[in-house]
């Protein structure tokens, strides 16, 4: 008899001589390498029933991780409240419209935000540059000290820009109307 601990020895020598006494009565002979025996009781052997087991847990778990991507994604999408909007500025305009935010912000800070770090006083400049798009973007949850949102941050850009570009329209028609009354 094998040692118990070699149990592949073992059923691998099971094999053999069921194949042995199975070719000298002439009955069909098992493949010899076959893992999944049947014992004479016509059950499987505990190793096998615990592959099996395994096998069916990995299965549960891999499609679970595979579906888990497209449920997360999906409800959070629905939480989102609002996303990122492509910008319908053209780029030169764009370009002007950066400038103008970054002189705005850097007089904010000069002046009103000036007691604060520039790493913590974000809030008080963005407050400053447009009450307006910090409100809509920032007041749910404002960013800690030092903190960098570019997510946020592009939102809030592009929120800005738009309102420029609307201040810049503005004065322009009043410009315009300046100029069909007096002529």
């Not at 691998?12 to 070719?23: D, I, L, V, Y």
């Not at 025996?37 to 190793?47: A, E, H």
């Not at 409240?81 to 950066?98: E, F, G, N």
């Not at 912000?105 to 798009?133: I, M």
Request: with cysteine.
């Amino acid at each position: 008899m094998l040692p118990k601990g070699n149990y592949g020895a073992f059923l691998w020598h099971r094999c053999w001589t069921k194949c042995r006494s199975a070719a000298r009565r002439g009955d069909h002979v098992p493949d010899p390498w076959d893992r999944f025996v049947i014992d004479d009781k016509g059950r499987m052997p505990s190793s096998t029933t615990s592959f099996f087991t395994a096998a069916l847990f990995l299965y549960v778990v891999a499609l679970f991780f595979l579906l888990l991507p497209t449920t997360t994604s999906a409800s959070s999408s629905t939480t989102t409240a609002k996303k990122a909007t492509p910008t319908t500025i053209p780029p030169a305009q764009r370009h002007k419209l950066d400038r103008k935010m970054s002189m705005k912000r850097e007089t904010c800070e000069r002046t009103v935000c000036a007691p604060y770090h520039r790493d913590e006083g974000q809030n008080c400049a963005n407050k400053c540059v447009s009450e307006a798009c910090y409100e809509e973007v920032y007041a749910n949850e404002p960013l800690e000290d030092g903190e960098i949102d570019h997510y946020r941050g592009r939102l809030f850009t592009y929120c800005v820009q738009k309102e420029l570009q609307a201040e810049t329209n503005r004065l322009m028609a009043e410009q315009r109307a300046k100029k069909a009354n007096k002529g």
